[in-house]
């Protein structure tokens, strides 16, 4: 698998998310200022919750922003194939059953993409098996949980 690529992807999918969201925290800001939705009596709370809604959305837009700068940060030195896992690398797990594709990234965990018919999904070193594998090498195992562990087959 190109790296290169997999990052393209992962922005990709960060920069469709995020212009989603912006949209939607303008519309719940509209929403929330628009002089209509003034409160009718004490017990009307539509802008009071209206309000929530766009400073949460907010703060996930200001989330997103800094995944993308983090994502866009990386460089080739950094996205190069190393012996132990760090920050940029694409790990490939051998459970039990199947094969699990990591990307290690700074933001944006739980993030999916589709690379060439495989499934990646971002963690960040902060997860919990982010943790098991940052300073691992390839051939290692790692527990997930007890009587289960996982085969490290791959680090790029």
Not at 86 to 97: H, I, K, N, R
Not at 100 to 115: M, Q, S
């Amino acid at each position: 698998m190109n790296k290169q690529a997999v990052l393209d992807q992962i922005l990709s999918v960060l920069h469709s998310e995020l212009a989603a969201l912006t949209r939607a925290a303008q519309s719940s800001f509209a929403a929330a200022t628009d002089p209509d939705s003034k409160a009718e009596n004490k017990y009307d709370t539509r802008t009071l919750e209206a309000s929530y809604v766009a400073r949460g959305q907010a703060q996930r837009v200001a989330e997103l922003q800094q995944a993308v700068q983090a994502f866009t940060a990386f460089s080739a030195r950094t996205l190069e194939s190393g012996v132990t896992i760090t920050l940029g690398s694409l790990v490939t797990l051998a459970l039990p059953a199947e094969a699990a594709h990591y990307f290690i990234g700074p933001f944006a965990g739980g993030t999916e993409i589709l690379h060439e018919g495989t499934e990646i999904v971002v963690i960040t070193a902060a997860s919990a098996l982010g943790q098991k594998l940052m300073g691992r090498r390839a051939g290692e195992s790692i527990p997930l949980q007890p009587g289960l562990s996982a085969k490290i087959t791959t680090v790029q």
